[in-house]
């Protein structure tokens, strides 16, 4: 890190945020077909310790990350220290799944947390010469979170060239959601069709030893099996 | 936080970040200054805790805080394990001041480090029902990094606005940047009338007991005081 940066010709190696649910394995299993068909090192997995109630996510994150041969890079803060949000604060119980898709954003709403996410995932993707950030978000069946959305993304990229070097030098880190416009039902086909170890991923919002089937992220992973006519294969006992 | 969110009108406090220099210490003066005259309470001051070579920082922080009246959150992640960076890794040596605002970035550049701090800042003041977040960057006597533009802080503010509740109920968390367009030498006026405790503060990037003088923040420092008229309070011994 001495010499002058890469040339962006050189930067083929790309970050993929990993948390261990269905959509961020899917992302990662997206990112790690195009790698192995474009001759690229395998992604790098990004995961946040952040003080969730649902730890299995991390053991899950690493597990998926191990299964499909990346390394892995976890980054720990205490956003439970600042509160505010029933995943990570246990005073705030998570609710059972309501209508999904309406206007109102749900108590396990973390503040800012892909604001926070994909702000670190630039700083590593500059910092390790990495091209592009890989984010699992979905728009469509998803719990109505404002940093879901594809006009956030949009915004934060601008925000991202503006405040890197690498964007200031023409070669900003490129950010880059291929879930975001998909349904439930596709994103499982599609992590189907890659490869993703769907066994391994965990959706559930509570911190228990299986999923609940109750939360809404439950609820929304549930809907998107069946609708692809698959079963979940992290049920199987 | 079980209710629903507060009324903009409620959310008197302020966050300011706050790393123990000379900038954010006078932005945090000016924050205390102007919440007594409203009758505000004192702002939070918010401190990473970065992996930084100049650890001392941290300590002038927390003594600032406490000299100004106002409670400290320090947020800690490790950037020296994702690297890239002088004022984290000690395989990159912090070179001496040269030409000031030309056109490189120099490498004591953190990757993508406003764009983080400033998402974690409104992700606790989301959190804790917090107005606004104060920033003391500066982009006339700098050391050229692109996070402390203007530009990249208006593209901030909209990927903010977009990415978080607030955002979507119309009353956003406001970042300021009161310094922005300041000289070291109004910073340093600014500072003295509004009583920062500018003998508490550090500004150098090395790590040793006392200042290197040599560094580019020693440099834009000593030449802030010298054109203010005011000796330097952090150099009597």
């Known amino acids: 890190m ?8 050189d930067r083929r190696g790309d970050l993929v945020l990993v948390s261990g649910g269905l959509d961020s394995t899917t992302c990662l299993a997206l990112a790690v077909r195009e790698a192995a068909g474009t001759g690229a090192p395998a992604p790098l997995a990004l995961t946040f310790d952040y003080g969730q109630r649902h730890r299995v996510e991390l053991d899950r ?5 191990g299964w499909l041969g990346c390394p892995q890079l976890v980054v720990s803060f205490d956003a439970s220290r600042w509160g505010g949000s029933a995943l990570t604060d246990a005073g705030i119980r998570v609710p059972e799944a309501t209508a999904t898709g309406g206007p109102a ?3 396990t709403y973390v503040p800012a947390r892909n604001l926070v996410f994909l702000s670190i995932a630039v700083a590593v993707a500059e910092a390790r010469e990495l091209r592009r950030v890989h984010i699992g978000v979905n728009a469509l069946d998803y719990s109505g979170y404002p940093d879901c959305r594809p006009e956030f993304l949009d915004a934060f990229r601008e925000a991202g060239r503006l405040g890197t070097r690498r964007g200031t030098e023409g070669t900003p880190v490129d950010v880059v959601a291929p879930l975001v416009a998909m349904t439930k039902e596709q994103i499982v086909r599609a992590g189907v069709d890659a490869g993703a170890p769907l066994e391994l991923t965990w959706s559930c919002y509570q911190g228990g030893d299986r999923p609940c089937g109750t939360c809404d992220a439950c609820a929304l992973r549930a809907r998107g099996f069946a609708a692809a006519g698959v079963p979940d294969p992290a049920l199987v006992t």
């Not at 994150?61 to 990350?65: C, H, I, L, R, Y």
């Open 61 to 65: 994150a690493a597990a998926v990350a």
């Open 2 to 9: 001495t010499g002058p940066p890469a040339g962006a010709a």
């Open 105 to 107: 954003i749900p108590v």
